[in-house]
């Protein structure tokens, strides 16, 4: 009898198993938070230091259980962690480079186009050419690199944010919080689109 106990026991946690790690989800709260804060310190000029990495939240201790449930500890420790708040990683030796040429930008070549209104942010976490008649014919062409060298980037970063977390496939999760929060945190005067591709003024 203690036998046929045990092996339903073991059966019933491989099977939860199974189900708990198949349930990943994406971390929406977390990644908007990171993303505000990257984004913050792309757009604000005064921002000269970057905060430090986050740490994983320290587990908590082990809760006392009955010899019965101890089977399941050892099995389903993917359990507990589903439990607890995610912390998404943004902080990483590529995205630092990234910002920092992203920062350069802004406080250059692809503020100006946005200040203009030649450029602008679109729905999808890119730049655009808004207005090309706002800039001079024969800065044409260094506008659309910047705009190039920019999206670039963006596309670079969102993947990497996806990686360094492992898990690639919530790089277009990702990449729409951080769409988000380029239109949240634009300056005023700067235009944006609209869900619909229309382009509207911040």
């Known amino acids: 009898m203690r036998k046929f106990v045990y092996l339903l026991m073991t059966s019933l946690a491989i099977a939860l198993v199974g189900c708990v790690t198949i349930n990943v989800y994406f971390p929406e709260a977390a990644a908007q938070k990171a993303a505000d804060q990257f984004i913050g310190n792309v757009l604000d000029d005064s921002s000269q230091a970057t905060a430090p990495p986050s740490k994983d939240p320290k587990p908590a201790p082990p809760a006392s259980h009955p010899p019965s449930a101890m089977l399941l500890d050892l ?115 700067w235009y944006y689109q609209n869900a619909a591709g229309a382009w509207q003024r911040k």
């Open 75 to 189: 099995l389903i420790p993917a359990a507990q962690a589903a439990d607890t708040t995610p912390n998404l990683r943004i902080q990483t030796s590529t995205t630092e480079a990234i910002r920092n040429r992203m920062q350069a930008r802004i406080r250059g070549a692809l503020g100006a186009l946005l200040d203009s209104g030649a450029a602008g942010f679109t729905s999808d976490g890119m730049v655009a050419m808004r207005d090309a008649s706002k800039v001079a014919l024969n800065q044409r062409t260094q506008a659309n690199a910047t705009l190039a060298d920019e999206n670039r980037d963006r596309a670079a970063l969102y993947a990497e944010v996806a990686n360094a977390n492992n898990h690639p496939e919530w790089a277009p999760q990702i990449r729409a919080t951080f769409a988000k929060g380029w239109i949240d945190k634009a300056r005023a005067g």
